[in-house]
Protein backbone atom coordinates (compact mmCIF):
# COMPACT_ATOMS: atom_id res chain seq x y z
CA UNK A 1 0.00 0.00 0.00
CA UNK A 2 1.28 3.57 -1.00
CA UNK A 3 2.04 6.43 1.24
CA UNK A 4 -1.27 7.89 2.88
CA UNK A 5 -1.48 11.59 3.14
CA UNK A 6 -2.49 12.65 6.45
CA UNK A 7 -3.12 16.56 7.31
CA UNK A 8 -2.04 17.88 10.55
CA UNK A 9 -5.21 16.53 13.03
CA UNK A 10 -5.10 12.86 11.65
CA UNK A 11 -1.29 12.95 12.74
CA UNK A 12 -2.65 14.25 16.16
CA UNK A 13 -4.93 11.78 16.65
CA UNK A 14 -2.70 8.75 15.32
CA UNK A 15 0.09 10.11 17.56
CA UNK A 16 -2.94 10.06 20.97
CA UNK A 17 -3.70 6.96 19.70
CA UNK A 18 -0.05 5.54 19.95
CA UNK A 19 0.44 6.99 23.04
CA UNK A 20 -3.12 5.56 24.61
CA UNK A 21 -5.38 3.06 22.00
CA UNK A 22 -7.64 3.09 24.76
CA UNK A 23 -8.19 7.30 24.58
CA UNK A 24 -12.03 7.45 24.16
CA UNK A 25 -13.05 9.97 21.09
CA UNK A 26 -14.18 12.75 23.31
CA UNK A 27 -10.60 12.51 25.24
CA UNK A 28 -8.88 12.23 22.04
CA UNK A 29 -11.18 15.01 20.82
CA UNK A 30 -10.14 17.43 23.67
CA UNK A 31 -6.00 17.46 22.89
CA UNK A 32 -6.66 17.75 19.46
CA UNK A 33 -9.51 20.00 18.85
CA UNK A 34 -12.62 18.16 17.43
CA UNK A 35 -15.57 16.92 19.12
CA UNK A 36 -15.95 13.21 19.55
CA UNK A 37 -17.82 12.48 16.84
CA UNK A 38 -15.52 14.04 14.68
CA UNK A 39 -12.47 11.79 16.00
CA UNK A 40 -14.55 8.87 15.25
CA UNK A 41 -15.53 9.74 11.59
CA UNK A 42 -11.18 10.38 11.21
CA UNK A 43 -10.21 7.22 12.78
CA UNK A 44 -13.06 5.19 10.84
CA UNK A 45 -11.20 6.44 7.37
CA UNK A 46 -7.74 6.07 8.83
CA UNK A 47 -8.60 2.12 9.63
CA UNK A 48 -10.73 2.21 6.24
CA UNK A 49 -7.53 3.46 4.52
CA UNK A 50 -5.17 1.20 6.53
CA UNK A 51 -3.54 3.96 8.22
CA UNK A 52 -4.47 2.50 11.68
CA UNK A 53 -4.16 -1.67 10.91
CA UNK A 54 -5.90 -2.51 14.74
CA UNK A 55 -5.55 -1.86 17.99
CA UNK A 56 -3.35 -4.24 20.77
CA UNK A 57 -2.20 -4.24 24.11
CA UNK A 58 1.74 -4.01 24.76
CA UNK A 59 2.83 -5.79 27.31
CA UNK A 60 5.70 -5.80 29.68
CA UNK A 61 7.47 -9.21 29.01
CA UNK A 62 9.63 -8.30 32.66
CA UNK A 63 6.37 -8.39 34.17
CA UNK A 64 5.02 -11.22 33.41
CA UNK A 65 8.39 -12.66 34.96
CA UNK A 66 10.14 -13.49 30.84
CA UNK A 67 13.64 -12.45 31.91
CA UNK A 68 14.95 -15.61 30.21
CA UNK A 69 16.54 -13.98 26.59
CA UNK A 70 17.85 -15.12 23.38
CA UNK A 71 19.08 -13.91 20.10
CA UNK A 72 17.74 -16.54 17.90
CA UNK A 73 18.86 -16.62 14.08
CA UNK A 74 16.06 -17.70 11.67
CA UNK A 75 16.83 -19.54 8.96
CA UNK A 76 13.91 -19.74 5.97
CA UNK A 77 12.33 -21.54 3.52
CA UNK A 78 13.60 -20.22 -0.15
CA UNK A 79 11.64 -16.81 -1.41
CA UNK A 80 9.97 -16.42 2.29
CA UNK A 81 9.52 -12.55 1.79
CA UNK A 82 10.31 -10.68 5.15
CA UNK A 83 6.39 -9.86 5.16
CA UNK A 84 5.62 -12.84 5.51
CA UNK A 85 8.26 -13.73 7.78
CA UNK A 86 6.53 -10.78 9.88
CA UNK A 87 2.95 -12.56 10.00
CA UNK A 88 4.93 -15.52 11.62
CA UNK A 89 6.73 -13.89 14.26
CA UNK A 90 3.77 -11.96 15.31
CA UNK A 91 2.05 -14.84 16.55
CA UNK A 92 4.61 -15.08 19.08
CA UNK A 93 3.99 -13.06 22.25
CA UNK A 94 8.00 -13.95 23.21
CA UNK A 95 9.21 -12.35 20.45
CA UNK A 96 9.86 -8.73 21.34
CA UNK A 97 12.36 -7.99 18.44
CA UNK A 98 12.78 -9.27 14.59
CA UNK A 99 15.32 -7.98 12.18
CA UNK A 100 15.59 -9.17 9.12
CA UNK A 101 19.72 -8.90 8.18
CA UNK A 102 22.38 -10.24 5.85
CA UNK A 103 24.36 -13.20 6.06
CA UNK A 104 23.32 -16.44 6.22
CA UNK A 105 20.59 -16.20 8.15
CA UNK A 106 17.45 -14.71 7.03
CA UNK A 107 16.72 -12.92 10.22
CA UNK A 108 17.88 -12.39 13.85
CA UNK A 109 14.83 -12.15 16.62
CA UNK A 110 14.97 -11.48 20.09
CA UNK A 111 12.97 -13.80 22.67
CA UNK A 112 11.78 -13.80 26.02
CA UNK A 113 10.98 -16.03 28.06
CA UNK A 114 10.01 -17.58 31.72
CA UNK A 115 12.98 -20.32 31.69
CA UNK A 116 14.51 -22.11 29.40
CA UNK A 117 11.74 -25.18 29.33
CA UNK A 118 9.35 -21.81 28.36
CA UNK A 119 11.94 -20.66 25.62
CA UNK A 120 12.89 -24.41 24.69
CA UNK A 121 8.73 -24.72 23.81
CA UNK A 122 8.74 -21.17 22.10
CA UNK A 123 11.46 -22.50 19.50
CA UNK A 124 9.96 -25.43 19.02
CA UNK A 125 7.14 -23.95 18.22
CA UNK A 126 8.68 -21.42 15.56
CA UNK A 127 10.49 -24.29 14.37
CA UNK A 128 6.91 -25.87 13.25
CA UNK A 129 6.13 -22.58 11.34
CA UNK A 130 6.14 -23.61 7.42
CA UNK A 131 8.34 -20.58 6.56
CA UNK A 132 11.02 -21.81 8.76
CA UNK A 133 13.59 -24.11 7.89
CA UNK A 134 16.15 -23.79 11.29
CA UNK A 135 17.23 -21.54 13.91
CA UNK A 136 20.46 -20.80 15.96
CA UNK A 137 19.83 -19.42 19.53
CA UNK A 138 22.32 -17.91 21.81
CA UNK A 139 21.08 -17.59 25.30
CA UNK A 140 22.15 -14.33 26.83
CA UNK A 141 23.90 -14.37 30.38
CA UNK A 142 23.84 -11.22 31.24
CA UNK A 143 23.32 -7.31 29.73
CA UNK A 144 26.86 -5.55 29.75
CA UNK A 145 25.34 -2.34 28.26
CA UNK A 146 21.94 -1.33 27.42
CA UNK A 147 21.46 2.76 26.34
CA UNK A 148 18.68 4.38 26.20
CA UNK A 149 16.29 3.96 23.35
CA UNK A 150 17.81 0.22 22.79
CA UNK A 151 15.21 -2.58 23.02
Known amino acids: MGRVPLDDLDEQIVAHLIRDARASYAEIGT ?12 VDRLRGTGVIKGFTARVDPHALGWTTEAHVE ?14 CLERFPEVVRADTVTGKADAVVRLLASDIRHLEAVLERLREEPVVLSTRSTVVLNRLLERPGDH
Open 31 to 42: GVGLSAPAVKRR
Open 74 to 87: VFCAPRTSPAALLS
